[in-house]
C-alpha cells in the first residue's frame, strides 16, 4: 500500500483565500482524522471520521474550517476565508479498527 | 479533559547511549501509540502499546496502564534518531481519538 496521501504538499496562499487540502487514507482503513501542527499548539486533532461519517468534529477552530469524506477513499480540509493564522502543517491520518494510527506527509500552509 | 505530560521536554545525546522517554497520562486509557517526528516532519509509528511490553530493534516500550504511564528506551542511540517523540493515547470510551503529549526532542550528536 503506499500509505495515507496528502496534497499539495505545500500550500501558499494570499489572506482571504480558500484553501483545500486533501487526503487519501490507506485502503481499507475507516478511520480517518485531521490534525493540524503548530509550535505554539503542538498536535491538535480537527475533526475525525468513521466510515465517511464525522464523528468529533470539536477541535476544528471556527466556521471558517469545515471537512468532507464523500468515500472511503477521499476527505477534503477546507478553510475558507483562510488567515495568517492558519499558517500550519495540517497531517491527515488513518486506522483501522484496531487503531494503530499511519500518517501521510503533511501539507506545509503558509497563509500571507 | 486528559492531559498528556511528557519528560523531559529536550535530550541531547552522544551517539551510542542509552536514553529513557516518560509520558504520564492522567486518565484511564484504551489505547497508546508512541510516534516518531524525524527533521522533515515525517511522523512514524513506533508502537502501538496499550499495555505490557514491546520491542523493535533497538527500541522498546513498556506501558503500565494502571499507574497511567508508559516508557520508551532508546538504546545505543544512532544519529537518526533524532527528531521529536510523542506519546499519544485514547481516552477509555473514546474511540480511537489520539490525544497527543508536548513531545520529547532527541538531538543525537556523533
Known amino acids: 500500500d503506499a500509505g495515507v496521501i496528502q496534497s499539495p504538499r505545500h500550500e501558499v496562499t494570499e489572506m482571504g483565500q480558500e484553501v483545500t487540502l486533501r487526503c487519501k487514507p490507506i485502503?481499507?482503513?475507516?478511520?480517518l482524522f485531521w490534525y493540524r501542527q503548530t509550535m505554539m499548539r503542538g498536535l491538535e486533532l480537527l475533526i475525525y471520521?468513521?466510515?465517511?461519517?464525522?464523528?468529533?468534529d470539536s477541535g476544528m477552530p471556527e466556521d471558517r474550517f469545515s471537512a468532507k469524506m464523500p468515500n472511503a477513499s477521499f476527505s477534503t480540509l477546507k478553510i475558507q476565508p483562510s488567515e495568517p493564522r492558519d499558517s500550519a502543517v495540517y497531517f491527515c491520518?488513518?486506522?483501522?479498527?484496531?487503531?494503530?494510527?499511519?500518517f501521510g506527509s503533511g501539507t506545509q500552509l503558509s497563509v500571507l | 479533559g486528559i492531559q498528556v505530560e511528557q519528560s523531559p521536554p529536550d535530550l541531547i545525546l552522544q551517539e551510542g547511549a542509552n536514553s529513557t522517554l516518560r509520558c504520564n497520562f492522567s486518565?484511564?486509557?484504551?489505547?497508546l501509540q508512541w510516534f516518531h517526528q524525524n527533521p522533515w516532519g515525517q511522523l512514524i509509528n513506533l508502537f502501538y502499546?496499550?499495555?505490557g511490553t514491546k520491542q523493535n530493534g533497538r527500541l522498546s516500550a513498556t506501558t503500565v496502564a494502571t499507574e497511567r504511564y508508559s516508557l520508551l528506551y532508546i538504546s545505543s542511540s544512532q544519529t537518526t534518531d533524532s527528531g521529536v517523540y510523542f506519546c499519544?493515547?485514547?481516552?477509555?470510551?473514546?474511540?480511537?481519538?489520539?490525544?497527543f503529549g508536548t513531545g520529547t526532542l532527541l538531538a543525537v550528536q556523533p
Open positions: 491520518a488513518s486506522s483501522g479498527r484496531v487503531g494503530k494510527l499511519f
Open positions: 471520521f468513521n466510515n465517511n461519517v464525522p464523528i468529533d
Open positions: 502499546i496499550p499495555s
Open positions: 499519544a493515547v485514547v481516552v477509555r470510551g473514546a474511540t480511537n481519538k489520539l490525544i
Open positions: 486518565d484511564s486509557v484504551n489505547n
Open positions: 485502503s481499507g482503513h475507516d478511520y
